[in-house]
């Protein structure tokens, strides 16, 4: 499976961006997916994930601001971000596992940045 994100960019303090992310081969085989994130000096870390049958985590700090979905027609899953803030500028990564895990590994991206200017 390889997963090719697209959507990254600059937005101001406030503003919004729809990441994508679009798994090509055995795509049947996923069953979740998740959005990562990885900002200068510091670890990687899970933003959000969502199983196959559409169950969701959110980690607090984006709650109530971003949506991940997925359209499992399409094998694509999306990462809505509203109302964004200088702390989420980071690379963002997708990721995709065989399992139905809240931390989707089997598979990733290459990163999309993601810089949001005050």
């Known amino acids: 499976v390889q997963l090719v994100e697209s959507g990254g960019g600059l937005v101001q303090v406030g503003g919004s961006l729809r990441l994508s992310c679009v798994a090509y081969?055995?795509?049947?085989?996923?069953?979740?997916w998740g959005w990562y994130r990885q900002a200068p000096g510091k670890q990687r870390e899970l933003v959000a994930a969502?199983?196959?049958?559409?169950?969701?985590k959110y980690q607090d700090f984006v709650k109530g601001r971003f949506t991940i979905s997925v359209d499992s027609a399409e094998n694509t899953v999306y990462l809505q971000m509203n109302n964004l803030k200088p702390e989420d500028t980071a690379v963002y990564y997708c990721?995709?596992?065989?399992?139905?895990?809240?931390?989707?590994?089997?598979?990733w991206g290459q990163g999309t940045q993601v810089t949001v200017s005050s």
């Open positions: 969502i199983f196959r049958g559409g169950t969701t």
């Open positions: 990721a995709a596992d065989r399992f139905e895990i809240f931390t989707p590994g089997d598979y």
């Open positions: 081969g055995n795509a049947f085989s996923i069953n979740a």
